[in-house]
């Protein structure tokens, strides 16, 4: 792996830049589900899910919580 993230990463929020097949290199930004089998699976705020195979790791790191925004009054 490249970076900071590992299989004991799970659970914690991620950012993975990764290839894509077009060659371009793209972020994932989210919860770690899994890493496992030469895989990552990072589930975003929207809910979806993002499979990669960690080959295609560029660099990747640990992100803090996001920050809560409240409404202004």
């Known amino acids: 792996m490249v ?3 590992t299989p004991g990463s799970v659970g914690q ?3 993975v830049r990764h290839l894509l ?3 371009t290199a793209t972020d994932a930004l989210g919860e ?3 890493y496992e089998g030469g895989w ?3 589930r975003r705020r929207d809910g979806s ?5 960690e080959a295609a790791v560029v660099a990747s790191k640990l992100v803090p919580p996001a920050a809560v ?3 202004r009054i």
């Open 40 to 42: 990552l699976r990072v």
């Open 3 to 5: 970076g900071g993230v």
């Open 32 to 34: 770690l589900e899994s």
């Open 49 to 53: 899910v993002v499979t990669i195979d």
């Open 21 to 23: 097949p077009s060659g």
């Open 13 to 15: 929020r991620v950012v």
């Open 69 to 71: 925004r409240r409404p």
